[in-house]
Nanobody, 116 residues
C-alpha cells in the first residue's frame, strides 16, 4: 500500500511564501520522478514542477523563477518552495510520484489560497 502524505498548504497574502511537503510512504519501489500539479476551480489540472531521480527539474511557465522544487531521496520526500505568491496561484495542489514501472500515485491534495 502506497500513501502520499502532503502538508504545508494554507492561506497566505499576495507576495508571501509557503512550503509544501509530500512524503511517499509504503512499498513504492524505485521512484523515477516526484512532482506537484495544481487544479483551480473550473480549470484543468496543470503541472507546477517535477524533479527526477537525477535531480533534473521542470517547471510550469507561470511559476518559473518563483517556485523551487527539491527532494530528499533518502526520505522519499519532495518539497515545493513557493515565493512571491499571486492570487492566481490559488488552487488545490497535488503531489505526484512515478516509479520506474511508470506507476503513478497521487496525494489527496492540499489547498493553497492566496488572498489579502
Amino acid at each position: 500500500q502506497v500513501q502520499l502524505v502532503e502538508s504545508g498548504g494554507g492561506l497566505v497574502q499576495p507576495g508571501g511564501s509557503l512550503r509544501l511537503s509530500c512524503a511517499a510512504l509504503g512499498s513504492i519501489l524505485s521512484i523515477r520522478a516526484m512532482g506537484w500539479y495544481r487544479q483551480a476551480p473550473g480549470m484543468q489540472r496543470e503541472l507546477v514542477a517535477l524533479i527526477t531521480d537525477h535531480g533534473s527539474t521542470n517547471y510550469g511557465e507561470s511559476v518559473k523563477g518563483r517556485f523551487t522544487i527539491s527532494r530528499d531521496n533518502a526520505k522519499n520526500t519532495v518539497y515545493l518552495q513557493m515565493n512571491s505568491l499571486k492570487p492566481e496561484d490559488t488552487a488545490v495542489y497535488y503531489c505526484n510520484v512515478v516509479n520506474f514501472r511508470s506507476t503513478q500515485y497521487w496525494g489527496q491534495g492540499t489547498q493553497v489560497t492566496v488572498s489579502s
